[in-house]
């Protein structure tokens, strides 16, 4: 990756602000978590919360995989 140039920069600044946002629609979410009510009444309403944590968090790892797999150097 061109990280010296300014596309590379961009593109850098693209991730990284990608990622920040995924973080604070994790936080978010488990902020929104803390808010179901206690016991065994609101464990549905947590686990739809944890649901969707742990798609934000494959979305990220998913995007991590592919940014990986682009910026590897060809093995022959």
Do not use: F, T
């Amino acid at each position: 990756m061109d990280y010296h140039l300014p596309s590379g920069q961009k593109r850098v600044n693209d991730i990284v602000s990608w990622l920040k946002d995924k973080q604070n629609e994790i936080a978010i979410l488990r902020e929104k978590r803390k808010q179901c009510p206690p016991h065994q009444k609101g464990s549905a309403c947590r686990k739809e919360y944890e649901r969707q944590i742990k798609e934000v968090q494959k979305e990220i790892e998913l995007r991590a995989e592919e940014l990986a797999g682009s910026m590897m150097i060809p093995v022959k």
